[in-house]
């Protein structure tokens, strides 16, 4: 550097755009307020609660693990709010808040920043935490009791004693409305309440480029084929459980779904698959979330299979030659 | 004309609003004149001047024998006062002639050619004495590329009138200003390449470039392409993909596909060359940038030193954070206004920190995709950031990294403000050194 330097000097390109992750993820975050808000308008101080300490435990998960790791907090990226949020949405209001909290604790601190932080996990961390829980339950019934005293009441709500509609549609039940299921219908979990909401929000991801089509698309195409195939509702698979938050949301997640094109589509069918396999082959609940689970371990694989070649990688092109060859 | 588009690319704003409606305007007298030796891709030439030597405007000050390079002129008639290393635009130092300007300036000698009697050697000679290079910025001696090997059957001219980098408008202005003189240097190359059909490309945001060479052509042979915005348009694998839907392959050049590209400046220099014995010794660069008071299109002589253009466009205002001699996505940094314009300088553009944004830290990349989405050469800019980071060179190698053409579209649209293209530029020597080792 000569003492003459007056201006910075590094290598191209001297622009770059204004577009950043902490804006990218705060776009979701908006994307989610509309389920966010109908769930609130059905469950009142439960789903409050249940955001809540969600979106607390989550800045403090990743706070205490930064801190162990001796990195700086990356709260700015709103990666770990977005993370509480979408814990928080996988659970029913009434589910006790402390569970919720162990969840998020580790959706945050295992699933992420353990895996390396935002950008290297494998797995979602939202889903991860989620089914860490379901796996755990014979473990947490026991420790269960310990928690009991603190548990919260906040009195009683019509709404929540109400069976899914995923259970009922298993169960073989009356069905309510597709109508009413697909707009709002105050059963499931908080993301449950309404696939329009969800469309609502994934569709302002589209527009603003957040998301692409290929993988909600081939989900969503590939369980109405498979539930017509095997002679079940494909309107009341589409409207009832994890399926709208998860095609949409979860595995349309830039971390944990392939960079690939068709890769894309090869994991989004994949998952329908599953998700149809799990519902209707073996009544496990969950079954989305495990589906996205198991796919997301096959995303290295998928996009080794799926890279595109480069620019110029073709077959020798015939040139004419001139006439004295 | 239907255009055929290349995958990949991106809109991105192009910011030439400051100078694109302004005429060029012939710069002042420089009182200094810097002309680096070696100021093309090449051998670099030996001064054929002493210290104390009187020079006269288009005088030939510095040659070589070697195949591969173009002679440098001087711009201006003055005193050389120093022959001695000065710093050139890529940051290092070169040996160059420094040239105290005379107060009062002679015409050039030229001459008046008959165009029709030239044969393909008058041109190639007429070329490589007028010292002529590419003037879109790759500064490849044009005399060596208008001789291609005999094995290589050339049956496109392509004039790439693109100019896709934004902030740039010396291409835009000169087709404007000098659209017979650019038809007439097209003519001339496809005569003497034997040349059946010539493209003309010019994107759709010079509406008016592309209507002023239409009026004046009169040559059915002569094909004008209106090609989409789009950045890299100018590209030259690019180009060629989108004007004649050939693809060139992963590591050729134009010629493996019958293609041969030259840009509208370099097509009025050959013209003029040839035609009045004209050499390279000025040139149109667009001074410009939000951080200047008043940006022009100047004609400039090689070898001005960049503190003279910007003096001549009203000087900075407020503090810029670069200074960039070329495009902004392509160019180079400069640290001081020292430097000379050369054959290859497009542009010298004054930014503002909000669009370099230079003290932003970057992070790990969250596989969003957008690099992916908008690579023009197909490749995973993301996997590649990442071996080039961590320096795995065998994993940057398989995953296609010395095929990038570095255009800078991946750094640019980066949510996370990983500076791929930068790794990529670091890493390309150690690909190559592995390579050579297999």
């Not at chain 1, 890279?307 to 030659?321: D, L, N």
Request: hydrophobic share 45%.
């Amino acid at each position: 550097v000569s003492d003459t330097q007056k201006f910075v000097v590094s290598s191209s390109p001297h622009i770059k755009s204004h577009e950043t992750v902490s804006n990218a993820m705060r776009d979701v975050f908006i994307a989610l307020m509309p389920v966010t808000l109908v769930s609130i308008y059905f469950f009142r101080f439960y789903a409050v609660l249940t955001i809540a300490v969600c979106l607390v435990t989550a800045v403090l998960t990743e706070i205490l693990f930064k801190r162990l790791m001796h990195k700086k907090p990356q709260l700015h990226d709103w990666s770990a709010l977005l993370t509480g949020l979408f814990v928080a949405l996988l659970f029913q209001a009434t589910t006790p808040w402390y569970k919720a909290a162990l969840a998020t604790f580790i959706a945050v601190g295992i699933a992420k920043e353990l895996a390396g932080g935002l950008g290297w996990n494998r797995f979602n961390p939202a889903l991860f935490g989620r089914v860490a829980l379901v796996i755990l339950a014979p473990l947490y019934a026991y420790v269960n009791q310990w928690f009991q005293p603190l548990h919260i009441h906040l009195g009683g709500l019509d709404t929540i004693t109400q069976a899914t509609p995923l259970a009922m549609l298993r169960a073989g039940l009356e069905m309510p409305p597709v109508s009413q299921l697909f707009f709002a219908f105050p059963a499931g979990a908080l993301s449950e309440v309404s696939p329009f909401a969800l469309i609502l929000g994934a569709a302002y991801l589209l527009y603003r480029k957040h998301i692409g089509w290929r993988i909600p698309v081939s989900i969503l195409g590939t369980m109405i084929v498979l539930t017509l195939i095997t002679g079940e509702n494909p309107i009341y698979h589409l409207v009832t459980g994890g399926i709208m938050i998860g095609a949409l949301f979860m595995a349309t997640d830039w971390v944990t779904s392939p960079f690939t094109d068709k890769g894309k589509i090869i994991y989004g069918v994949a998952i329908g698959v599953l998700v149809v396999v799990f519902r209707v082959g073996f009544m496990i609940t969950e079954g989305v979330a495990f589906a996205i689970l198991i796919m997301n371990a096959f995303v290295p694989m998928i996009e080794r299979m799926t890279a595109r070649s480069q620019f110029g990688k073709i077959k020798v092109v015939q040139v004419p030659m001139a006439e004295n060859k | 004309v239907e255009v055929k588009q290349f995958f990949g690319g991106i809109n991105i704003p192009h910011y030439k609003s400051f100078t694109e409606h302004k005429a060029i305007k012939e710069a002042s007298l420089p009182e200094e004149l810097i002309i680096p030796l070696l100021q093309h891709t090449g051998a670099p030439n030996e001064p054929l001047v002493k210290v104390g030597d009187k020079v006269k405007a288009g005088q030939k000050i510095g040659a070589t024998d070697k195949f591969l390079s173009a002679p440098v002129h001087a711009s201006l008639s003055g005193t050389v006062t120093a022959i001695e290393p000065r710093l050139y635009m890529t940051g290092q130092m070169v040996e160059s002639i420094v040239i105290a300007v005379d107060k009062n300036q002679d015409k050039l000698d030229l001459v008046d050619n008959d165009l029709d009697k030239v044969t393909k050697e008058d041109v190639i000679n007429a070329v490589k004495e007028a010292g002529i290079v590419g003037m879109g910025g790759a500064a490849f001696p044009t005399s060596v590329k208008l001789n291609p090997p005999p094995d290589k059957h050339v049956d496109a001219l392509i004039i790439n009138g693109c100019e896709c980098e934004p902030f740039l408008t010396c291409d835009h202005r000169l087709m404007l200003e000098k659209p017979s003189e650019l038809l007439q240097g097209i003519k001339l190359l496809m005569k003497m390449l034997s040349v059946e059909k010539a493209f003309v490309c010019i994107e759709d945001n010079k509406d008016d470039a592309i209507e002023a060479v239409r009026q004046q052509n009169d040559d059915p042979r002569i094909v004008l392409l209106r090609m989409p915005t789009k950045y890299p348009q100018g590209s030259e694998k690019h180009l060629v993909k989108a004007a004649i839907d050939r693809e060139i392959p992963s590591g050729g050049l134009p010629f493996d596909v019958g293609a041969l590209i030259q840009n509208v400046g370099t097509c009025v220099a050959i013209y003029e060359a040839v035609k009045f014995g004209k050499p390279l010794i000025e040139r149109v660069v667009a001074v410009t940038g939000q951080n200047l008071k008043d940006p022009q299109n100047l004609m400039v002589k090689i070898g001005t030193p960049l503190s003279h253009l910007i003096n001549e466009c009203g000087g900075i205002v407020e503090e810029p954070a670069k200074v960039v001699i070329g495009g902004p996505m392509t160019g180079r940094a400069q640290e001081n206004l020292d430097v000379p314009v050369v054959k290859g300088t497009t542009g010298v553009i004054v930014l503002p920190p909000d669009m370099t944004l230079e003290d932003m830290d970057y992070s790990d990349c969250v596989r969003c995709c957008k690099c992916v989405e908008h690579c023009p050469m197909l490749l995973y800019p993301n996997q590649i950031s990442i071996y080039c980071e961590a320096g795995m060179v065998e994993l940057a190698t398989e995953w296609n990294t010395m095929d990038c053409i570095e255009c800078g579209i991946c750094a640019y649209v980066c949510p996370s403000k990983r500076p791929i293209t930068q790794l990529v530029q670091r890493t390309k020597p150690l690909i190559r050194e592995l390579l050579s080792k297999r």
